[in-house]
């Protein structure tokens, strides 16, 4: 209500609302309906993931593709209609809705089991394309060697210095083609000091006291601050760093938070205070802490968090928040209980962030694993592989279940852990 995007997810019941959200009850649709075909195009034609960082569909929309035979001539045209990268900053009309990324893992993946119009695409795209580096970095890193080591002198006519900024020189391809061409040498060294330069700042050779001591200055620059607390992070977490954390108003430090975390059951007592204050700046972390470490009287302030999530407009962090809860209440009964158990159950179906569904399950299993067993079958086609995998463990070995399960454990599009899980449970029946 009141939302000024200019497109929104469909409902959760129906088959384009199931398709973006990557649940596995469209991927079996889709397998049935007539309008298959024609909604896996849709959910090709732009990214429907909630973070596009971190959930998943590669795996889920290529399956989809090979299982309906469906033409790959839309996803290279839509591949090769985006322009050069922008700055995050930047509108890109060519590429609003990450359309590039999207078509570049399918594609990707299908040329990883045997399809040549994919593998010969990117190849070719990596010859006259503008996004090229971004492609070729991206097939080395999931291709075997001798589907792109060819590409090494194409790729020395191509790189240029404006591309020093953009490339990972220490990773595949270039890792492999050190000392192969002085012109590719020549650009990658300058890509590596470029890298140097930004990691200038450093601080291995600094105590944990006095790290602890230079943060309380307020004068310190923020890129100073931020460095500081990655080292920090390296290290053996220090109480030290609850007293940083009780000036946190003043000092103005980036990633706080994920350090402070690292303290434990120690930083509860100071956890609680931050969460009971909504406008303090450490109450995320103060509630992430009590969901992980907090024990029964934390119950109400974990609630109170689940309350804040459902008032506002997104969908990361109900994993942490949920979880907790269900580790405090799994041994009991009550209303807390049932309001979370009827919480992850509808985030299960409407939640558009898939990373966070292996979460949800997990947290069903252990507060009524009968009841969450039967939904796991169709879990199995589900988008994300750690939902995939809890599934292959535990679903219930219905006929549908034993032929997806068969079909999981011999598909070399699917993650290993998946594949593994998936096999193990096959000769345990």
């Given amino acids: 209500m009141g939302c000024d995007d200019d497109w929104h997810y469909d409902p959760p019941r129906t088959f384009r609302g199931q398709m973006q959200r990557g649940l596995g009850i469209a991927a079996y649709r889709a397998r049935v309906d007539p309008d298959g075909p024609a909604v896996v195009y849709e959910g090709l034609r732009r990214d429907h993931r909630w973070d596009w960082q971190v959930d998943d569909r590669s795996t889920y929309?290529?399956?989809l593709v090979r299982y309906l035979?469906?033409?790959?001539?839309?996803?290279i045209e839509q591949l090769r209609a985006c322009g050069p990268r922008k700055h995050y900053t930047e509108p890109d009309p060519t590429d609003d809705d990450n359309q590039f990324a999207l078509a570049l893992g399918v594609l990707e993946t299908l040329a990883r089991i045997g399809n040549d119009q994919a593998r010969e695409a990117l190849r070719a795209y990596v010859g006259d394309g503008p996004r090229w580096a971004e492609v070729l970095e991206s097939v080395a890193t999931e291709w075997a060697p001798e589907w792109w080591d060819d590409l090494s002198e194409l790729a020395a006519i191509r790189l240029t210095l404006r591309d020093a900024d953009e490339i990972f020189a220490d990773t595949e391809p270039w890792a492999s083609w050190s000392d192969r061409d002085a012109r590719l040498d020549a650009i990658l060294d300058e890509a590596r000091r470029r890298?140097?330069?930004?990691?200038?700042?450093?601080f291995s050779d600094v105590s944990t006291a006095d790290l602890l001591a230079t943060l309380l200055n307020p004068s310190i620059e923020r890129s100073a601050k931020g460095a500081i607390l990655t080292?920090?992070?390296?290290?053996?977490?220090?109480p030290g760093l609850l007293e940083v954390a009780s000036r946190v108003r003043d000092l103005d430090l980036p990633f706080l938070g994920s350090a402070l975390r690292r303290l434990g059951v120690v930083a509860v007592p100071a956890a609680r205070e931050w969460a009971a204050d909504p406008a303090h700046p450490l109450c995320w972390t103060g509630q992430r802490m009590l969901a992980e470490y907090g024990d029964a009287?934390?119950?109400?302030?974990?609630?109170?968090a689940l309350d804040q999530f459902e008032a506002e407009p997104g969908w990361c962090g109900f994993d942490e928040i949920?979880?907790?809860?269900?580790?405090?209440?799994?041994?009991?009964?009550?209303?807390?209980?049932?309001?979370?158990?009827?919480?992850?159950?509808?985030?299960?179906?409407?939640?558009?962030?898939?990373?966070?569904?292996?979460?949800?399950?997990?947290s069903l299993l252990r507060l009524e694993p009968a009841e969450t067993a039967r939904l796991l079958p169709i879990c199995l086609l589900d988008c994300e592989p750690g939902v995939r995998r809890i599934a292959a463990q535990h679903a219930p070995l219905t006929d549908d279940a034993v032929r997806w399960l068969t079909e999981l454990a011999g598909d070399p599009i699917e993650e290993d852990g998946v594949r593994d899980?998936?096999?193990?449970?096959?000769?345990?029946?």
Avoid: F, I, M
């Fill in 61 to 63: 929309l290529a399956r």
């Fill in 69 to 75: 035979r469906l033409d790959l001539t839309p996803l």
């Fill in 195 to 202: 890298t140097a330069k930004g990691r200038r700042l450093s």
């Fill in 231 to 238: 080292e920090l992070r390296r290290r053996d977490p220090d």
């Fill in 297 to 304: 009287d934390d119950v109400p302030a974990l609630l109170t």
């Fill in 322 to 362: 949920t979880a907790g809860l269900a580790r405090l209440l799994a041994d009991g009964a009550g209303a807390d209980r049932d309001r979370l158990v009827r919480t992850l159950n509808r985030l299960l179906r409407v939640s558009p962030h898939s990373y966070e569904r292996a979460s949800y399950l997990t």
């Fill in 421 to 429: 899980a998936a096999a193990a449970r096959l000769t345990s029946r």
